[in-house]
Nanobody, 127 residues
Framework: QVQLVESGGGLVQSGGSLRLSCATSGRTLSDYAMGWFRQAPGKERDFAAAVTWNGGFVYYADAVKGRFTISRDNAKNTVYLQMTSLKPEDTAVYYC????????????????????WGQGTQVTVSS
């Protein structure tokens, strides 16, 4: 079992920045690829970013490419999502997720492959 706890969400003005953290416990983080997904009210949970188990490869949705950066610190059992140039359309609940190993955009962008999910953290961007 892997437990995931997100933090760092909040209210920010358009153009601002936030850094989300996902603290993990229960298993060795380095065994898992990690993803960030987001869900706006009334919409499906969409892929935002993912990173392979060793940080060697990162993947981004087109909507966040160039603005968001995913990273991981396996020694601290934590994954991060640095978000810059935030827009009102980035408003959503952000979830981190874990899947054992795995790589490639086509695989890690699919929410159905992830085995573990956090409870989410709200990000609200005001215009």
């Amino acid at each position: 079992q892997v437990q995931l706890v997100e933090s760092g969400g909040g209210l920010v003005q358009s153009g601002g920045s936030l850094r989300l953290s996902c603290a993990t416990s229960g298993r060795t983080l380095s065994d898992y690829a990690m993803g960030w997904f987001r869900q706006a009210p009334g919409k499906e949970r969409d892929f935002a970013a993912a990173v392979t188990w060793n940080g060697g490869f990162v993947y981004y949705a087109d909507a966040v490419k160039g603005r968001f950066t995913i990273s991981r610190d396996n020694a601290k059992n934590t994954v991060y999502l640095q978000m810059t140039s935030l827009k009102p359309e980035d408003t959503a609940v952000y979830y981190c997720a874990a899947v054992q190993y795995g790589s490639g955009y086509d695989y890690l962008s699919r929410r159905g492959v992830y085995d573990y999910w956090g409870q989410g953290t709200q990000v609200t961007v005001s215009s």
